[in-house]
């Protein structure tokens, strides 16, 4: 059985940062690319950060050179380290697993976390 376990969100203030994690068992990250979500209350669930099985990384734009995106191997996590939080970064964040190795979006998504709240407050 996989799991997906968040942890690290929290209460920031505008220009902070935060280091997101994700545990994961069931699964080995470095077999397949993994990815982090994100969703804001009354809007869909986006992409925010994917890495394949390689270590090559992608971002939405709006988080380009703010976030980065990481995988431990030894440790079995994948991790999103977050900073210059803006207001609009504000969402439940949650780690999904990909049925590929080469990339990650939502139809190809296998497992996903519960979620971690991240409230970035102006």
């Known amino acids: 059985q996989v799991q997906l376990v968040e942890s690290g969100g929290g209460l920031v203030q505008a220009g902070g940062s935060l280091r997101l994690s994700c545990a994961a068992s069931g699964i080995i990250v470095s077999n397949y690319a993994m990815g982090w979500f994100r969703q804001a209350p009354g809007k869909q669930r986006e992409l925010v950060a994917g890495i394949t099985s390689g270590g090559t990384t992608d971002y939405r734009d709006s988080v380009k050179g703010r976030f980065t995106i990481s995988k431990d191997n030894a440790k079995n996590t994948v991790n999103l380290q977050m900073q210059n939080l803006k207001t609009e970064d504000t969402a439940v964040y949650y780690c999904?697993?990909?049925?590929?190795?080469?990339?990650?979006?939502?139809?190809?998504?296998?497992?996903w976390g519960q979620g971690t709240q991240v409230t970035v407050s102006s």
């Open positions: 999904a697993s990909s049925r590929s190795p080469y990339y990650i979006n939502t139809g190809s998504t296998t497992n």
